[in-house]
Structures are given as C-alpha cells and as structure tokens.
C-alpha cells in the first residue's frame, strides 16, 4: 500500500482556514522564517479519509477480534466511554482554566484518586504519570525523596528485582539512578525467599514485584517478603500491570506494598490506540505522600482544587494534571462496574485458567499451578521436536484470525507464550482459541512450514526485522524537486 | 453494566473443565490475611443511561472554550481539530489495538507511525523522530536522557523562558538520571546568546523554546549556535503549529527537536493526553527513547514496518536500557498526523499566518503596553495597570477568560496578562475582548 | 471547504483528453436563455471551523431534552441511545454505502437488514418485515396500499385514537390511491370494537393503535378479531419499547403491524430521520412495499443475502409498480437493530416495566384526576384545572417541560396534559415535576 | 459469517437499564401481556461491536473507494457534517418542543428552504418529505390539488413521462392516480418533440422530467418543451436526482418547471447508510405554494415558527417537519461550498467527461455528445461478440477494486452502464476505473470466464438472486425450544 506521501500531489489540499479579514503582514523578522515549506502530505479530504480507512483494515484491534497479548490486558473498550471522553465539558477544557470553572473535572479526578485509593488499599494517589513505566520512575523518585528526607539515600542504592520481572523494571531502575539487584524464582514461581534474605540488606532501597506475577502466578509468601523489606528500612514497589486479577479480591496495600504505580489503560479499559495513550497513576501509604508530584487534587469542601503548595513534592512528572482523558474514561469504567470489580477479576482468572486447562496437556507448562487472570506456556518441546518456535506459533495463530499471545516474555520462561484473556471473552472464543493452539501442534507435526511460513493471510507474510535494523529506513525520503 | 459474557451455564462448564468446585478455589494461593473480605468502597454500579447522566453533569460544571470566549494559551492553544481526525481515530481497528509488537497484525499502525515520523521529520527538519513521546513536557527529560548518553557529560541548561512546566519536569527526573540542571535567566524576554554559550560550555544539552513561553521569537539560531559551540546537543522546544512560517531547527544547527503536540490535532482535554514529539540528527538515532519504525520487507520481498532498533528498548536490554517507553502516545500521534495532512504544506502555513495577523490586529486593537517589545507569534504579554487576577475574575464574569497571569511562573508581571490567539478566533472577538477589559477598567485604546 | 481533489493541472489535462479549451463548452448544451449569469445567493463559502460555530450556535438556541426536564412524548421518547450505535453507524463501510443492488460488495448491510427484518418480525409476530419504511407515518400509507392491492377494496378505516399525524398522512395519500377514510370515534380514549367491527366490513384495512395515542391500552385482540372479521386487513400501529411486555400483534390476529422505529434505538432529532417498520403475515408478502432481502447463495453455495422480490419495485415494474420505495432508512434500522441486539429480550422487557413503573409512580405521586381511568404503558393524560399551554409555559420557566397538550388534539382536553415516562427519568425528576406543577397551581398531591 | 442471532445465548446481554427503585407491580391486563419474549439477540457488547464491524468489512463504502453508481451521485460526505448533527442541541431536541424553544432549527430550515428555492428559482419549499420518490407523490399529489382548485382535476388525468425516466417517475404517477403516458426519445437524446406535441392535450396534467436526463444529457429543447406543457394548461415536474450537475449554472425555474424534488442526500452530500435516509424536499412555483404540506416554517420578525394554519394544504406527507438531520447535512454542506456550487457542478460534469473520453472507443456510446455529470455506454458489443453482458462486466470491476456503476438502466440503452463520478473523485481515480474498464474488454476477448465467474475477490461469489426470489427466506427462523 503506498505511503500517504506517494499520493500527495502539488496543491492539492483538504483544509480550509478562516480567514479574519485583517491585515495580514508579518511581524517575522526574515531571519526567522521558514525557507523551505515541509513536505506535508496534500490530498483533497476524501482521498485522506480512504488513505485511513484503508490502512486501519490492516490493522487488528479488540474489536476485530481475540487478542490475548499477556501482560497487556487486552479487554473490550466501551463504547460510551468515547462517547463521555467527547463531551465539550471535557474534550475543550483548557487545563489553565481557574478552578473554579474546571469543578466537574477537578471532581471527576478527585473522585478518582478516591477510588483507586480504594481499591489498592493505600492512602494518597497521584494521577500524574503518563504510563506505567513513567509511574515506576515517579514510584522510585518518590523513594528517594522519602529516604533522602531521611537521610539514608546514599546508603541505600539498590533495588530487587526478580527475574521475572517486566523490562520496565530494571530500566526505570536505572533511570532514577538505582542498581539492580536481581533475585531468583523458585521452582513454583514464587521468589526465592532464601535467595531474596542473602540481597536485602542496608543498602537495599527496595523491592519492585508485579503480584501476580508475569507468570501469571500469586506471590504466594507475599507476607514474608514484604517483612524481609520492612524489617530492613526498605520499602515495596508493586508494579500495578496485573492489577485485573485482583481487583476487590486483595489489596496491594494489605499484602505490604507502599507505593505502586497502575496502569489504568490495561485494568481500567483505555482503547489502547495502536500503542496509547496510557496513564500510569502512582498510589502510596501516607508517609510517601508528602513527596508526591504537584499538583494533587484536593476538595475543600463543597470545592475542588488543585494544590500546588507541596513543599516536599519531587516536583512535575508531567504537563497539568495528567491525561485527563484517560482519567474520564477509567472513572467511567469502574463506575459502570462498581463493587462489581470483584466479579470482573474473577471472571478474568476464571477465563485464564479455563484455557490453561485446555492448553495444559499440548504445550510445556513451566510452573503446574492454578493461574490467576493470566499463564505462560512454553513452546519448548514443539521446537525440540519439530523446529517451532513461539514465534512461529504466534505468527500461525494469525490464519486462525486471532492475535497472538505476548512471546518470549518472560525470560525466565524459553519459548513463552503468555496468554491473557481478559474477562470480555466469551467461552467460545476461548475453545476457538484453544482448539487453533492444539491443531497448530498438529501441522508442527504434519507440515512444520506452514508455521515457519506464516502467516499466510494477512497483507504481508512474515517481515524482516533484523532487515529493518541494518536499513534504518525510518522516514519516508522525498526525491529532491 | 458489565461487559462479560459468561452465563451460569459457562461458568459451571469451566469449573468442571478446570476441576474446581468454585471461583473461590482458583485463588486458594492468596494468603487469607491478604484478602479483602468485604466489598469495595467505591459507589454503586451504574448503567450506561446513569453514567451518562452523571458525566454529562460533571462536564456540565466545566467552563470549556465553547462555553466563554478564552484567550488562554501558554502551551495549549486552541486551533481547531477537524472531524476527519475523530472519524480515523474512531477506527476500532486503530482504536483498539495495542504496540503492534507483531507486525503483521498491524500494518496500519506501522505504516501510520512510519508517515507521522516523516510528518515530524519534515517539520522539524530533522533525520529521525520517535513514534511519540508522553507529552511536550517529558520528551524534554526524554532528551536530556539522549544527550548524557551521547556526550557523556551530566550538565542540562535550560532557557528560563522555557515553559516551566518543562523546567519542572525535567528538574524532577535529572537527579535520578545523574544529570543537574541548570538555568539561563531572561533579559526583557528573551536568552541572551553568549549566557546561553558560557552555560552551555561542557554542558549535555541546552534547551530553549521558539516561539518562548512568554510568546518572543528568540534570535533561535544564534541560540543554537551558542548552545553547540562548547558540544552540548542544541535542542529547540518548538510549537508544531509555528513551523509552517518559522524556520525548522534542523535549518539552524540543532541537534534535537522536541515539543508538545497538542496544538496539532488534538483537543484540550484539560491537559491530555496529548503527544510529544522527539526528533533528532541521524547521529542519535540509537539512543533515542521511544518506539521506532522501520521499513522493511516480507518474504515476498512485499514492503512493509516494523518495530525497530528494538536493542535501545527495556524489554530486550533491560536496566542497560536507553528507551524505558512501552505505552506512549500512538492515537494521539495519529490525529497529529492527520490533522497535519489534512493542513497539507499550505494549510500550515495558512493557520500561522492567520493566528499570527490576528494576535497583530490585537496588539494594535487593544494598544495596552506590551511586557517585551519584540516580535511573537500569535501569543504575547500585555500589562493590564492591575492586578491579573482581578481582571480576569472582572472578564471572566463577562464571559471572556482574557489570558494567562503570566505573573505565576515570572517576576514582576503581576499585572501581566499572556493573550493567544488561533485561526478560531476572530475580529469580533477581539473586540468582545477590548470591551471586557475596558469594561472592568483597563485602559485598552478606544 | 471543498472537496475537491483537481488541481489546475488536472483540469487542463482533462479538458485537454476531452478535446475542449474550457469547462465552459461543456455545458454547451444549455440554452442560453435558462443558464444562471450571476453567482447564486446563498452567503460566502465557510471553513470547517466557521461552520461548527456557527452550528453550534444555532443548535445552542434549542432546548433540548438535557437542558430541561422533559415529559414529552407523544410519539417520540426519549429512551437512552447506547454508545455502541454510534460506533456501528459512524463504521464507514455502512455508513457511505448505498442500496445494495450489488450484493459481492454489499453482504454486510444485506446481512444486517436481515437479521433487521428478522428483528422487526420477532418483535410483532408477523412473517416478513421489508428493509424500513421512511417513518411511523408513512407506512400507514404504505399499509393501506398493500390492504388495497390484497382485498381489492378501497375504504380506509383508522381508530381516532391513532396519532393524529399518521392519520393525518393516510389522508394525504388515500386519494391519490383511489382510496377513502373513515374515522373510527374514541368512547373515554378507547376504541369500541363493536363500532370498529361495523366501520371495517367491507374495508380495505382498519388501523389502530396499542398503546394508543392517548397512552392507553386498547383491547387490541378484541379490535383485530373485529377489524378482520368483514375481511379487511386489521392493522396494529404499535410501539416497539411495548413489545417487550404487551402482545405482539400477530399472536393476536392482525394481518400488519406497522409504526415508528424512533423509540428503539434512534435519536429524537427533531422528529427525524427515523425509521417506520411494516411487517406482515407470509400471504402479503409480495404486496409489501420497500426493499426486501432474502438468503440465498452464491456459486460455491455458500450463504449470501440479496435485495428479492424485486418484481414489486419500481425499477423493474414502473407504472404496474406495488413498491415505490428507493431511497429508505436503513442506516436508522440498523441502528433499531443495534439497539435492539444491545437490549435483548431482557432488556427489552425491562426498558418496557420500568418506564412502565415509573409512569404509575408519576400518577400516585402526582394524584391528578386522569382523563381516562384505564390501564397505560408508559404516557398518561392528567387534567391539570388549568390551560395546559399555560401550565406549560409556567413550567417551562422553571426547567420542566410537564408534557404534551393534548387538547391540540382532541376536543375537551384543552386542559390535559400528556406525560411520557422512559427508563432514563427517575422518582426524584418526577418529584421534580411534581412541585414545578405546584408551584404553578395546579394541584398535584402534597 | 453467522447470522447474530446464530452467536445469541441464552441469557447473554449487553444492556444494563436502570433501576428506578418504585413500586414495581405491572397494571397491564393479563390479556394484553407478552406470551412469549420475541428472539431478539442475545451477547455480551464485546460480542455484539465484533459482529457489526465485521459485517462492515463485508461492505464497501464510498470511504472504501469509488461507487461510480450513476443516478446516485456518490460524492464524499463530509465527516463534519456528523460531527454536526450529533450536536445535542440537535440530536436530542423533542420535535414537539415549543417553537420558541427550537428557534435554532427553525431558523436552520427556514435558511435551509431559503437556499434551496433560490438554487432552482422557484418560491416556496417544503422539507417535509423523506426521499425522492416521496417527493414526487408529494408533487404529483400538489399538481392534483392545484387542478381541483381550478376544476381540471376530472380532466386532466394524464402525466407524460419519457422512455428515459426513472421508476419512480411512472411509479408515483400511478400512485397520485393519474395515467402515465409515455414520450420518446430522438436520436440525440432529447425528448422527441413532434411525439410529444402529439400526446399532449388538455386531458394533460404535467411532465415529469429529469434533466440532465438519466442517459445524462442536458434536454436541448426545454425552452420549447415547457412551452408545450404551459399552453396546454399542464405543469411541469423536475425530478431534482441530477441537480448535481447543475447547480449555480442553470435553474429549474428558468427552464420552465413548476414543481420539483431535491434528492438532498445526493446533491447536498448525505451518508446513504446503506439505502438511507434521505430527503425528498420540494419546491414549488408561487401558484403551487398554498397547497404546501403543513406545517411549513416561517420567519415572523426574528423569530423563526411551524405554520400549521395553511388551509389549502394538502395535508402532511411524513412525520413532524421532515428528517431533520438529513437538514443539518445538506445545510452544513451547502454553507461550505457557498456560491461555489457552480464550481461543484463544474467538476461533476468535468469528470465525467473526462471518463466518457477515456471510454468512449471501448463501450459502444448511444448518444453521442458532451454528457452532463454522469454518462450511459453500454456493453452490446461486448455481448454480442464475447458474451460478456453489463452485468458481467460490473462483477469485473469489483475484482479491480471499484464499485460497479449502475446497470441495465436508463432501459432504452441495452447493456447500460451508467457512470457518475462525482466532484469528489481525483484524477488519478477516473483514471485508474478506466484503465480497469478497458482491461475488461481485453479480458473478455482473451478469457471471457474471468468475467462471466466475477468477482473473485469478494467475500462471496456471484449470488443467485432468482433463486432468492423463489426460496424467499425473509427472515431467520428459530428452531423451535
Ligand atoms: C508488567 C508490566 N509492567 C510495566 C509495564 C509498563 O507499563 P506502560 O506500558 O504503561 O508503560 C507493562 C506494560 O507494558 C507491564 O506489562
Ligand atoms: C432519477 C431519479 N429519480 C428519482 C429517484 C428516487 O429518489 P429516492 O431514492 O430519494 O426516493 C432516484 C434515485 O433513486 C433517481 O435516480
């Protein structure tokens, strides 16, 4: 398909501009002005619209169908949420816009730091951050200003991780000026607990643990880890991205974490647009709050406000308030749910662990526990025996028309594939979902390159990554006219 | 309102399949003590008409720009967002899709990501940008994260007419990134050149603005030839809407372009989400953060995107990473890109032009005293003779929100209003504007 | 704004191909005498932005049903329109296609009109619906035309107690048909069989309405058993939102059921467009006007779906036409069909007994005399002691638009008002309601 | 693909509906109670947003691609058009709200009869019908009334028509109650006038004439035709469906018509949603304008009012003041073009010359002139030497990626192939659809079957429409549970 540019053509246009009618001569000094116009594309605005429509029908969303991509919590977007998100109140607020005319918004966030409060069992909640990489860097920023403050931030300069951890992890780790410390996983999937007591110590600042895991698996002596910290001067990080499993079930806050950042597009139902946006809310126990970022919204009252007098704030993480956006349509979410959260958490570890009792007998299973809203199987034995990959199943799966599972995450697992189903899936998506998983260990048997070929359905079969990487053609070039 | 499909039927048929007695028994690895035992505190589930009625209330208790005449700018700027942008970004397939770690599921993603760098590109005058950063404030950390890596060095300068909230964000993040920062003061509105040189000596990078917070043009390529000369990366934080009359950053020297995407195609939103954009010479194309795309070709030699220069990215190195940006802003870089095509090169140019004529109009309209006497684009900094927030709470009431007290964020300007002006608004307005501020007694030509 | 993509260089290559120097000779053909020689007058060409603003002033000079309180209805209700419709209807592919005469490019609409007219036939309990009707009114006509092709016959007979304006339309059209009208009186609201029975033999068709009008119900089997007895087609007018709690019209007799798809799935929009449907007993099926589509299947036998019964339309039979319907409303029947699929059968029942709850709520709250002491769905008449127009206008003043003034209507009722109920109003909007009421003097219970 | 009611389960649902919380008794008679629930879907909202957007994939829209479909004027619609029209102020007004509180719409139709009257010269409007072919028995239903008023009625039973009209044309004339009496059409195109003179005699009540004519050609002798109707004491009729080709450039009025229809949803731009909705707006001469159907909207002052005292009217032809979104679009659509209407028109018939040069040595061209906005060829040739029909050729061209045109009409041209590009279209396109058009009669000539098997790439094969008619499956029918 060609590139938006390979249909341009000289003067033509879709825009037409207001003109105000006054007079129109610049105050731009020459030296200042543009010399050369950028090379924009130009199209009349039905060939734009076709341009669009035409790239989105290669593109697979929720709305086309299954897409289990684990760790991502891919569930059904509502629709009245665009809908709410679309209201001038909303969509044309200016963000400088006094408080006192921004109330319904100012509500709106407050009300929500609220109930997320809630829901994680903490007490204070920034919604600043924009995604949940950026919330564990705020979440480790707040760390030091909290051990800063205390004076023990040179000494403690290391942060545990487990292996299974996700890459943003140890990158925000680093980030905010930490040292990784990683400790193991037993054999059932839960931290090594012996192996964690030898890398707590003085110089530890804290630990960052996503619960349930990226195996999908409840930290089963979740209690004792969080003394091991405690008793240490250190404080827990929770990585909120598998908040779905719990949801009114247990609380970040009662199992000892003191900060954690959500990502509120997976748990809360942002429609993920091709990669976000996202929002990355950071909620902490009281003796973190005094570090959060300002402003934080505050109700006097019958008023809303934001407050910008935070003396011992670490400062802006990000523009305003946050993606305010992001925040109607998480608010909306939960509100439509209610306490009824409970029951989407469970319906969405029954839906996991349904498939994995499907899938169970056909692929390797690392760790033979029930999961909770998610599991990883791995593709080992298939390319022992048969040369197949987990990519070359995620790609087959493509001709079944589904998305395919997260692969080659975690680490800790070879060969991956991390199915999350998401409780907006019906049963029959499911046992479609399963019974394309079991035929493809059928043609890995039968006729292994129909895998190593896939997929053969989609606009393109299989591209060239490594390919991209040497050619580094990252934007279109303009032949020189 | 849920949105689950399970019946009774179902879920007895997935018990038995997994061999449990009950839901309940699925978490049976939660330690009891850890367990919640009563219902979440969070307000009675709603059905759709309800939460409809309930968020139309609170919006209701918004004063949108639809609802008063605003003048209000300072980073967010209302130029209009045509339909064709929601009718794209409404695509379920664009909508409700996520990173498209696989390619070939997502080759609309790419290709759309693949044509908003090339957009960004070509406004920027650089070689490479990345498929969006969070936002105009974080892409300014995202950078100074950039030039440690390439220089090596830890010094950040920062124009103090840089908008705060991006001096803010950036003060936040440099210590855990080893980095200080440090700030070049304004002279009557604008960066002095040889400060700016003398600070950015041995510095990593140096950052200013164009058009400046405060609405100046600043003499840019002498700021950026300052900023380079001792080898920090000259990095311009520059208004996407600007670009079609100003001269790109790549024309004068800079080695990174950064800024908030906002005002080209999406909506206020009350500060988000929006996108940023990160551009940069060729030479820091690998050390750049965020999602790249590539081209490349398929079996059949077919050209197609992907995913690219993934070895920067967490997910691959890890702590040793230099791109720490999973979810970013695709959706929102999307309606940049297509607001953009929409403008075409001419469109671009047209709306500065026109915001910029009416800002002119404006100043000779009004006749108040400007704050700095030098050229802007289409915001500027007039002094009312009172206290800004009076005037404005006095306009406000008439209802025209006349600017933004520039006084919160610099010295001696609290009676300074900052005064935007986009192609939406119009010499009637203006003169709405000139009635308000006299009306509430500011003395605004006759 | 435009939307036009030919640049001047287009324009000459293609007057070049054509052979011709200008656009002008093109239009050669035209008589000089009846060519335009000046520009039309009809104001300057506006910018999208212009445009919206101007629209948005316009419609911010109506009130409507979120910016009061309102109990109107009389046909038109204000049942809550999900989201998910919306999404559906802005799909391009169903939004700009056309008929689907081509049916390999046209399965999706052909299979939604289908599962439509499968909707529509569950819904009233007849054999086969067509693809929509232009309203509630219109397909009274069109029934009355199917009566006169199926029984050969020429009198028209409707209930007084059908909407006003649906009668209003068949008398409109009767004469064209070769067809005449009788009226059926009201005794208290309600449509004596008895009289029905005499009125209709010999008929053509007899229309009534369940709920009627006046928001009562009728005792539509007695009124079909009647209607059809002398061989006319006995014809209910009913509302879809009923249907999930009152009968459905073929169980009770009824040859046709026809009315306005409004209440199921569109927006009030100032009384349109919406849709009409018509169903009817399998024996009328190749009288109906309207498209049709039907299964069939295509070369390798797979299952497909096409316009049929194309012998009764226009196209092919021009003047022997039975169908002269091109254009329809089929984007509104598809939404009818979302709705309808979001709803459910539980859903539907439930819109149908809460508003029903809530109308008797409303009566022992409000504790006015009724007009008519009978059973009604979910609109009833009260008489307030005072003019309605005035009782409304009063009202009005206070945020509340009380109901309908049915004395417009029906003689004796200047008094009256007619309040509609819907699921999306609550006890404390009809409380609401009560002291608006009270406070203008009307003598609602305390 | 399965039908939504074949994915329905029983007690699925996506709809959640207030609880009001009052007494909950029903106080409907047990007689008049549902006996048994309609099968109306039954799934989850995720379940339910799939199902629609995967039909959707199995339809082409003109945001799809080119729908040359001649008659139908498939020109881009605006998206801000929608944008518009789902204003609240809009979307969600009651129709019976008081008239001072609907001045917004009101003023909208006024402006809209205003331009529309001034666009065909004419005097007077009505909104009120809801698609062409109800606005010809609306006008045809007028001319009735106006002759009743002057005692012609019993006269003058006689509508003449020309071989090339629309069914709708003959359609409603039989449905007004009048006779249609049939003209022909010379050699070039035109109505034969010497035939004409011959059936047109005081048993005459009017024309009915599309001009440009459906074979899209302008009617060269109007002036005298019209003078022909005028003596006779007959009106004149336009049927509006091809005003796309006219517009600023020639006016009804001036050519002599008393009455006539707009198709707005083809001239001012209308998604056609698969069928509809439409609008049939008609306009009328001075004589004819009592007997508009009420009510009409008037402008008092500056005050905008629904007159319903007309006490010739004829009566309402369709609910409330017409489908008033339909009035938005074409209002919105029309204030940006502004006068440059001409311009639109223009480009209209500029295209489709453009095509008809391009084509004119492939297809066989009945009528040899410079067309109007749209032009017929046919496939006679074609079928006589390769046995390729129109039909055949039309299920090609979906295989190239195009709508097929209109087919098999107007009915004096064999083989018909009716092609209406539109303004809308870019060069690039015409070009392309002709370069496909011209490849098919290759391909007819070298493998006929390509044709004759067409398409190839749609979701289904050629379909059995008589096999349709005679199984007459109307309906899903549910096995009985
Ligand atoms: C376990 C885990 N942690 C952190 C993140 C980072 O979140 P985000 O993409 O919002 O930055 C993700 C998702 O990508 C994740 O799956
Ligand atoms: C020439 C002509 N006349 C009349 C009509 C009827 O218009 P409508 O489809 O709006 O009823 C059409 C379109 O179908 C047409 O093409």
Redesign the interface.
């Known amino acids: 398909?060609k590139?938006?540019?390979e249909k341009s053509?000289?003067?033509?246009?879709?825009?037409?501009?207001?003109?105000?009618?006054?007079?129109?001569?610049?105050?731009?000094?020459a030296?200042?002005?543009?010399?050369?116009?950028?090379?924009?594309?130009?199209?009349?605005?039905?060939?734009?619209?076709?341009?669009?429509?035409?790239?989105?029908?290669?593109?697979?969303?929720?709305?086309?169908?299954f897409?289990p991509?684990g760790s991502?919590t891919?569930?059904?977007?509502?629709?009245?949420?665009?809908?709410?998100?679309?209201?001038?109140?909303?969509?044309?607020?200016?963000?400088?816009?006094?408080d006192a005319?921004?109330?319904?918004?100012l509500?709106?966030m407050w009300r929500l730091q609220e109930?997320l409060a809630?829901?994680v069992?903490l007490d204070a909640v920034t919604l600043q951050p924009?995604?949940?990489?950026?919330g564990e860097?705020t979440g480790?920023?707040l760390i030091?200003a909290y051990f800063k403050d205390r004076g023990e931030y040179e000494q403690r300069r290391e942060i545990v991780i487990p292996d299974t951890a996700?890459?943003?992890n140890?990158?925000?780790?680093?980030?905010?000026?930490y040292t990784?410390r990683k400790v193991n996983v037993d054999s059932r999937g839960n931290i090594d607990v012996d192996d964690l007591r030898e890398k707590v110590g003085p110089q530890t600042a804290g630990l960052m643990l996503t619960n349930p895991s990226t195996l999908g698996?409840?930290e089963?002596r979740?209690?004792e880890v969080a003394s091991i910290f405690h008793d240490a001067g250190a404080l827990l990080y929770y990585d909120g991205a598998n908040l779905n499993a719990?949801?009114?079930?247990?609380?970040p806050g009662?199992?000892?974490f003191d900060v954690l950042h959500f990502?509120l597009?997976k748990t809360f139902s942002q429609?993920?647009?091709?990669?976000?946006?996202?929002?990355g809310s950071v909620a902490v126990r009281d003796i973190l709050e005094p570090y959060l970022?300002a402003p934080v919204v505050v109700r006097d009252g019958d008023m809303y406000r934001l407050d910008h007098d935070r003396p011992k704030s670490?400062?802006?993480?990000?523009?305003?308030?946050?993606?305010?956006?992001?925040f109607?349509r998480a608010y909306?979410f939960?509100?439509?749910?209610?306490?009824?959260?409970?029951?989407?958490s469970?319906?969405a570890?029954?839906?996991a662990?349904?498939m994995?009792?499907?899938l169970r007998d056909h692929y390797d299973l690392p760790y033979d526990?029930?999961c909770?809203h998610e599991f990883v199987v791995s593709a080992r034995s298939l390319k022992r025996e048969h040369g197949a990959t987990a990519l070359d199943v995620?790609?087959r799966l493509?001709d079944y028309g589904f998305?395919?599972p997260?692969v080659y995450?975690p680490l800790v697992v070879p060969e991956a594939l991390m199915i999350e189903p998401t409780?907006?899936?019906?049963?029959e998506t499911l046992d479609a979902f399963c019974e394309a998983m079991v035929e493809i260990v059928k043609e890995a048997e039968r006729e292994p390159d129909l895998l190593k070929?896939a997929?053969h359905s989609?606009?393109?079969?299989?591209?060239?990554?490594a390919?991209?990487?040497k050619?580094?053609?990252?934007?279109?070039h303009f032949d020189e006219d | 309102m849920t949105f689950t499909s399970l019946t009774d039927a179902d879920r007895a048929a997935m018990l038995a399949a997994i061999g449990v007695e009950s839901i309940e028994q699925l978490f049976d690895d939660i330690p009891a003590a850890v367990r919640l035992d009563r219902p979440l505190d969070i307000g009675p589930a709603l059905s759709e008409s309800e939460l409809y009625d309930h968020m139309t209330a609170l919006a209701a208790r918004n004063v949108d720009v639809g609802r008063e005449l605003s003048f209000l700018g300072a980073g967010m700027y209302d130029h209009y967002v045509p339909a064709v942008v929601d009718a794209v970004l409404q695509r379920g397939e664009f909508l409700t899709a996520y990173t498209p770690y696989q390619p070939e599921m997502s080759q609309g993603v790419l290709q759309a990501i693949f044509e908003y760098q090339t957009a960004v590109c070509e406004l920027t005058g650089m070689d490479v940008s990345n498929a969006s950063g969070y936002d105009g404030t974080t892409v300014a950390a995202d950078a100074c994260y950039v030039a440690k890596l390439a220089t090596g060095r830890t010094r950040i300068v920062v124009a103090e007419t840089l908008n705060p909230q991006v001096r803010q964000v950036v003060r936040t993040f440099a210590p855990g990134f080893g980095m200080e920062v440090v700030e070049v003061g304004h002279h009557d509105g604008l960066t002095d050149p040889e400060e700016l040189r003398s600070a950015a000596d041995g510095a990593a990078i140096a950052i200013f603005q164009q058009p400046n917070f405060l609405g100046l043009l600043e003499d840019a390529p002498a700021l950026a030839e300052a900023a380079s000369a001792g080898g920090a990366l000259a990095t311009a934080h520059v208004d996407p809407m600007s670009l079609g009359i100003l001269e790109a950053p790549g024309r004068y020297g800079c080695a990174l372009a950064i800024g908030e995407g906002q005002p080209a195609g999406n909506y206020l939103s009350y500060g988000g989400p929006h996108y940023g954009f990160l551009a940069a010479r060729q030479d820091y194309a690998r050390q750049l953060p965020g999602r790249i795309v590539g081209e490349t070709s398929d079996f059949q030699g077919r050209r197609g995107y992907v995913l690219t220069l993934q070895t920067r990215e967490q997910h691959i190195r890890r702590e040793k990473a230099t791109s720490n940006i999973t979810s970013n802003q695709t959706l929102l870089a999307l309606a940049g890109l297509v607001y953009l095509s929409w403008l075409g090169p001419s469109g671009l140019r047209e709306v500065g032009e026109r915001s910029h004529a009416l800002a002119e109009h404006a100043k000779r309209r009004l006749g108040l005293p400007l704050a700095f006497e030098h050229p802007t684009f289409r915001e500027f900094v007039v002094r009312t003779g009172r206290p800004a927030r009076e005037v404005i709470d006095e306009c406000k009431r008439r209802g025209v929100h006349p600017g933004y007290p520039i006084g919160r964020d610099y010295e001696g300007l609290d009676d300074a209003l900052m005064m935007a002006f986009t192609e939406r608004r119009t010499p009637e307005e203006i003169e709405r504007l000139a009635e308000a501020l006299s009306a509430v007694g500011v003395e605004v030509a006759a």
């Open positions: 398909m590139l938006i540019y053509q000289a003067s033509r246009r879709a825009s037409s501009i207001p003109d105000p009618g006054v007079e129109n001569g610049t105050e731009i000094p030296a200042l002005r543009r010399s050369e116009p950028p090379h924009l594309p130009e199209l009349a605005e039905p060939e734009l619209l076709r341009h669009f429509t035409e790239l989105s029908t290669r593109n697979f969303g929720i709305d086309t169908g897409y991509l991502c891919m569930k059904y977007n509502p629709r009245v949420n665009e809908r709410l998100v679309g209201l001038p109140g909303f969509r044309d607020l200016h963000p400088y816009q006094d005319d921004a109330q319904g918004a509500e709106l109930i809630e829901i069992g924009a995604a949940g990489s950026q860097l480790l920023t030091s996700h890459g943003t140890p990158a925000s780790v680093t980030m905010a000026g990784v698996l409840f089963e979740i209690e719990v949801c009114g079930i247990s609380r009662d199992m000892g990502n597009h429609p993920h647009g091709g990669g976000g946006p996202g929002a970022p670490i400062g802006r993480v990000r523009g305003f308030g946050g993606p305010f956006g992001v109607v909306a939960i509100r439509m749910w209610g306490p009824g959260l409970r029951e989407m469970e319906t570890v029954l839906n662990n349904y994995l009792a499907k526990r029930h909770m995620a790609k493509m998305h395919p997260t995450f409780e907006t899936e019906a049963m070929q997929p989609r606009p393109v079969s299989r591209l060239d990554e390919g991209a990487a050619r580094m053609v990252l934007r279109h």
